[in-house]
């Protein structure tokens, strides 16, 4: 299993421009997760979903839309970037939400810059 | 709002020492709490999980302990080496299903 894979690993934005980061996971998890990681800040969740056609938000939603039309895929967008938003972000999964045997799995993160 | 803290944020000991980093948090109906470790631009990686119903886990230098009543584990590493530099985090899960995390303690084991 590759388990969580993210790209890209580095990008730089301009501000007011948008893009997608991609994640997936070829686990079969069925919760997903995004969370930027800033300095001081420690990791806040972004979105999440509990499975496929399933999503929410979570402590830090504005700017960033996701969907899950797969059980695979878990693709965050940036709507229009600000300098706000350059952080680091990862993507996590874990086999069924809210059960206590199961551990998260992340992915290796992608470091966004916005000019 | 479950809120996490860690103490030390930040630590630098000789190989060799054993060491104990504490996690606290404010709410006790948790399902699980979990350790992890994150390298330098890297990701999380699970070390340890222990259960609501479980008072510690342990896998080769580390131990882990929970006190749900007291809204305490910690993460016990024995005879450190410099590989085990790196920043810990631990993690609860509660009603929502939705991990919190600390911000971590950075570990630094030097020769």
């Known amino acids: 299993n590759a388990g969580v894979t993210q790209t890209p690993k580095f990008q730089v934005l301009k501000t007011g421009q948008s893009m997608t980061l991609q994640c997936a996971q070829d686990?079969?998890?069925?919760?997903m997760s995004w969370y930027r990681q800033d300095p001081g800040m420690g990791l806040r969740l972004i979105h999440y979903s509990v499975g496929a056609g399933i999503t929410d938000q979570g402590e830090v939603p504005n700017g960033y839309n996701v969907s899950r039309s797969t059980t695979e895929d878990f693709p965050l967008r940036l709507l229009s970037a600000a300098p706000s938003q350059t952080s680091v972000y990862f993507c996590a999964s874990s086999p069924i939400a809210g059960r206590a045997t199961d551990t998260q799995y992340f992915g290796p993160g992608t470091r966004l810059t916005v000019l | 709002k479950q809120e996490v803290t860690q103490i030390p944020a930040a630590l630098s000991v000789p190989e060799g020492e054993n060491l104990v980093l504490n996690c606290s948090f404010t709410?006790?109906?948790?399902?699980?709490l979990q350790w992890f470790r994150q390298d330098p631009g890297k990701g999380l990686t699970s070390l340890l999980l222990i259960q609501s119903s479980q008072r510690e886990q342990t896998s080769g230098r580390l131990n882990a302990s929970l006190d749900k009543s007291s809204g305490r584990s910690t993460l016990y590493i024995a005879a450190s080496q410099p590989g085990d530099s790196a920043t810990y985090l631990c993690?609860?899960?509660?009603?929502?299903?939705?991990?919190?995390f600390g911000r971590g303690t950075s570990l630094i084991v030097h020769p």
């Open positions: 993690a609860v899960t509660g009603g929502s299903y939705i991990p919190t």
């Open positions: 686990m079969n998890h069925e919760y």
């Open positions: 709410d006790s109906a948790i399902y699980n």
